[in-house]
């Protein structure tokens, strides 16, 4: 009994750690899935500000709140982002710039590199860098963001859900839910991004 007892105990242990990890992050054997392009993509329409909805479980992000994003587009068709996080513990505030490098003309997958000095060899592994996929967009209201990594012979994805207002209404949250099931997505995986007390820092530049 007590044998049974203990090795019942760890049986409900690893379903419900199994259960966790499933919910938070989805990992496959395999290379990544391969979605289509969102058709007639329009990045100019990509651009302003955008804020973070709902996401995955990223542990880069695990302490950043208030998360928004300034998209501008550049000369040659790269979008210029500046992404503003505060930390929901310790209040500081903090600000990144990346590249998103279109992999044609067209293209609704980009490939995002952190701005800054290092060699490109180096920048691509730093934290936020790699490869990710506008599955879905209405431009106005919200878009879709999907990014997948391969490693040897399984992957691992995250999802982003980003609004042009910190918060969305339910029944447009049922529909980007359905988008989601239609490319065997998750929704349960989402959690509610942190948004209470936050500013509007370009508020300035988009009225």
Known sequence: MGK????GASTIWFLLIS???KNVISTGLGKCPVYPQFPNFDIRRMTGIWYE????FYLVELSASCTELNVTLGD?????ITI??????????????????PSFNGSSVFRYKVNNRMPYVIGRLL???GQYNVLFTD?????????CSSVSIAHADRIWILGRHREI???????????????KLDPDRLVISKNNNCTQRYSDTIN
């Open 84 to 101: 503003n996080t505060v930390n929901r513990w310790l209040g500081n505030p903090s600000t990144t710039y990346g590249i998103g490098i």
């Open 4 to 7: 049974f007892a203990v090795s």
């Open 19 to 21: 259960t966790l990890f």
């Open 127 to 129: 934290p936020g860098a």
């Open 139 to 147: 431009y106005d209201q919200f878009a879709l963001i999907w990014s």
């Open 53 to 56: 909805v709902e996401r995955s």
């Open 169 to 183: 209404e339910a029944a447009l949250r049922a529909k980007i839910y359905a988008i989601m099931l239609e490319h």
């Open 76 to 80: 040659r068709g790269y979008l210029f």
